[in-house]
């Protein structure tokens, strides 16, 4: 009887196609199944946006220094050290405990001179950016037009000054590209990096899903902090962490790199988001 219906069906005319099931591997392998749309780059400024440690800040503290009578001059080893502590006011501090104050500081008026030559340094360092003494690190201006073109927020999140930190992107990027940004800095929070709190109030301010954000970091303290802040990040290595541990990253490179075809995407950062669980 099944056969004759069968047989019947056939003789019709009518025809039909048999499509093969597709595989959970199919759809597991799919990004755009998993994985939601980036959000927003959260990027540190110093080594991340300009290598500016070793030929910027450094030459700046020294030249604070001797405009003050301070008779120290933090070499390019030494200075790789002192970037273990993060702030530039924690680290005149915890280098002078360690090394002993200078006699020029009397020990009542510590805290206010850490203060003004943390400010004298800062107009410093501005000026040799002003002077154009300090590029930005190849890929950075690639990757923020991306973003920009593609509606992606933007935002630095620095244990630099404010001050500092504005005046960079809008020289190095010019001010069209300086309006696309917000800028966190160390001074806005309570603790600054290892801790996540200056990547918490960028969440916060901007109202953003964590598991749509990256942030791009060189150090391994400014890893912690993403990692403190539950965000995925990639490390770009800069002069002084080359050599340091980045377990946890999402992704380590040398730089995001001028050429596209070769360098860092829009499509590889979204690749580094959280997959979703449900």
């Not at 400024?45 to 800040?57: F, I, K, N, P, Y």
């Not at 303290?221 to 290595?237: D, E, F, M, P, S």
């Amino acid at each position: 009887m099944k056969l004759a219906i069968l047989l019947s069906f056939l003789s019709s005319g009518l025809s039909f196609t048999i499509r093969q099931p597709q595989s959970y591997s199919q759809f597991s392998k799919s990004p755009s199944c998993l994985r939601a749309s980036l959000e927003a780059i959260l990027f540190d400024c110093d080594g991340v946006l300009a290598d500016t440690e070793r030929d910027g800040h450094r030459p700046a503290f020294n030249r604070a220094f001797d405009q003050n009578g301070i008779k120290e001059e933090w070499g390019v080893e030494l200075y790789g050290k002192l970037l273990e502590v993060g702030g530039g006011k924690e680290r005149m501090t915890a280098h002078w405990n360690d090394v002993g104050w200078p006699d020029v500081i009397p020990e009542k008026e510590r805290a206010e001179k850490v203060k003004a030559l943390h400010l004298q340094k800062t107009d410093i360092f501005m000026d040799l950016i002003d002077e154009g003494l300090i590029p930005l690190r190849p890929g950075v201006l690639r990757i923020v037009d991306e973003a920009i073109a593609s509606g992606v927020k933007l935002a630095v999140c620095s244990t630099s000054n404010e001050k500092a930190v504005s005046n960079l992107v809008k020289v190095l990027m010019g001010p069209e590209r300086a309006s696309k940004f917000q800028i966190f800095a160390g001074d806005m929070v309570k603790a600054k990096k290892p801790a996540p709190d200056v990547y918490n109030m960028a969440v916060e301010t901007m109202n953003l899903d964590k598991s749509r954000c990256i942030i791009v970091e060189d150090t391994h303290i400014g890893l912690g902090a993403a990692r403190a802040a539950g965000i995925n990040c990639i490390v770009t290595k800069s002069s002084y962490s080359a050599d340091e541990d980045f377990t946890g990253a999402a992704m380590v490179v040398n730089e995001l790199a001028d050429d596209p075809a070769t360098g860092i995407t829009l499509e590889t950062l979204t690749s580094l988001l959280p997959v979703a669980t449900s």
